[in-house]
Nanobody, 127 residues
Framework: QVQLVESGGGLVQAGGSLRLSCAAS????????MAWFRQAPGLEREFVAA????????SYADSVKGRSTISRDNAKNTVFLEMNSLKPEDTAVYYC????????????????????WGQGTQVTVSS
């Protein structure tokens, strides 16, 4: 089992950058595929980015592709989401998610495949 704690959210002006972190406690972090999702008020949770357990495979939503980078440090049990050129429509609560997997390249966009979730961190982008 793994516990996830996000940090790094905040208020930023449009065009700015943020780096979100997700610290995982528990064993065998390197056996988990990780992802970031977000949820804006009144909207459903949506996929942002995912990374395989080795870090060798990544996947991005079209809305953030080219502006965001997901990475992980398995030695520090942490996954990151760096976001640049932020837009007001990026405003949301950002959630970190994890799934134990045997597949090295797995980096799923489907939230139903993730069974561990953090509490979220608020990102607000002002225009």
């Amino acid at each position: 089992q793994v516990q996830l704690v996000e940090s790094g959210g905040g208020l930023v002006q449009a065009g700015g950058s943020l780096r979100l972190s997700c610290a995982a406690s528990g064993r065998a972090f390197g056996s988990y595929a990780m992802a970031w999702f977000r949820q804006a008020p009144g909207l459903e949770r949506e996929f942002v980015a995912a990374i395989s357990k080795s870090g060798g495979s990544t996947s991005y939503a079209d809305s953030v592709k080219g502006r965001s980078t997901i990475s992980r440090d398995n030695a520090k049990n942490t996954v990151f989401l760096e976001m640049n050129s932020l837009k007001p429509e990026d405003t949301a609560v950002y959630y970190c998610a994890a799934v134990l997997t045997l597949t090295y390249s797995r980096a799923s966009r489907n939230p139903d495949e993730y069974n561990y979730w953090g509490q979220g961190t608020q990102v607000t982008v002002s225009s």
